[in-house]
């Protein structure tokens, strides 16, 4: 999924970083609200990892998780 579609639907998509990152609270979702660079902030911050960390969980995401329809 690319971080496009992740902010352009936040609300859709946000409960789906909570299954990958159980340590998320809804406060953090909310507080993320989209932006890739708050995420790895808020990663950094729950699972004392660094920014590098944090960029490389992400983009494993990325490549991993597809909306429900897309093709991979």
């Known amino acids: 999924m690319n971080w496009t579609e ?8 946000a409960p789906t970083l909570a299954t990958w990152w159980p ?12 932006s890739r660079g708050k995420l790895a902030e808020v990663l950094s911050e729950r699972y004392g990892i660094d920014a590098t960390e944090a ?8 490549k991993e998780v597809r909306r429900p329809g897309a093709v991979k």
């Open 6 to 13: 992740m902010h352009s639907d936040w609300d859709e998509c």
């Open 23 to 34: 340590r998320l609270t809804e406060a953090d979702l909310q507080q993320i609200a989209g």
């Open 55 to 62: 960029d490389r969980q992400i983009c494993a995401y990325e």
